[in-house]
DNA sequence: CGAGATCGTATAGGTTGCTAAACGAATGAT
DNA sequence: ATCATTCGTTTAGCAACCTATACGATCTCG
């Protein structure tokens, strides 16, 4: 089981190497460090998340913005009424649907988002500080291959393998 | 701000593609799934943290165990009862400072371990099905530099820049 | 010996994030 | 018009994790 990579530097296969519990842990430690981070914005790195969406792909019901950002309806409202109560972004219905809520990120939205992005910024320049720039970008497109697959594998179909273990 | 990769393939500079909240998200959907296949074990990820390194590194008496997972002393203890209770850990005073207690992996913990190892291996590979072998590694690799580079960083000094806004 | 620090322990309380269930409003099909 | 479905919302409750604090036992140093 254990290996060996072909650079020989990093000895893969002992546990405290794995990079599924070194994802997991280190998430967390990021988790940690934006939190309080946009705190001192008053955003958690959930509303940060929504805000960046809506910023990237413009307008969007709560649905779309429900199932992009993986979270249960009930709970993005409870992420969006407070962004909603500070401007940051309006809830208008869809002419077109009227019982859908169309998000849309307002100009001071767009600013604190600016501001809170900065401010994350900072988070990962000291997170990531061991890595040069090649290897940042590299863990960057990693991170974003992963994640793609995992968004929309997620949503095509059920679990493909494994997975029969539930406690409750 | 907005930088493109020499494939040009994926935009960086979208809010979305933050490497730093990419790493928050993605560990918290890899904590999730870990907890899935370790609750099937009886373990929670941090349990199985701990017996991997104990397995690792050898008896550890619980303050440096404590430092190894950066976790606070108290917190530990909750940790461990369980282990103890189910005869994967004991827990035995050390003779040269009757303080200390050795936290020694029995071979009832080793089985444990390889069967968690195995159940978290599936995770793995389901979460990283969409990575080449070569970039796998390359993965494992970089999150190895960020956490080493936290663990010995965190335990030298303080925080190097930055980090003025605390809510309370 | 006595003061102070260290190690392990117990407990209380808070935060974050999630699930589940129920509901009103709007839509769409028959 | 009626029924099923979808969208947004509310609320209650649970689980994991962390902090802070206090305490007894033990070591160290003067």
Redesign the pocket.
């Known amino acids: 089981m254990t290996s060996v990579t072909s650079t020989g530097r990093v000895l893969l296969g002992e546990h405290r190497n794995s990079p599924g519990l070194m994802l997991a842990l280190l998430g ?1 430690e990021a ?2 460090r934006l ?1 309080d981070a946009h ?1 001192a914005n008053g955003l ?3 509303q940060f998340h929504v805000l960046g969406l809506l910023h990237d792909r413009g307008p969007l ?6 199932t992009e950002t ?12 407070p962004l ?1 109560a500070e401007g940051l972004v309006t ?1 208008t ?11 849309v990120l307002t100009d001071a939205g767009q600013q604190r988002l600016r501001d809170a992005a900065a401010a994350q910024q900072e988070v990962e320049d000291d997170l990531f500080r061991s890595l040069t720039d090649t290897q940042r970008s590299q863990l960057t497109q990693l991170l974003v291959l992963v994640r793609d697959d995992l968004t929309d594998g997620n949503e095509h179909c059920g679990t493909p393998a494994s997975l029969d273990g539930k ?2």
């Open positions: 967390h988790m940690r939190r705190t958690t790195p959930r019901a709560q649905t779309d913005l429900a993986d979270t249960a309806a009930s709970v993005l409202v409870t992420q969006l009424n909603e809830r219905r869809d002419p077109r649907d009227r019982r859908r809520h169309l998000v406690t409750s």
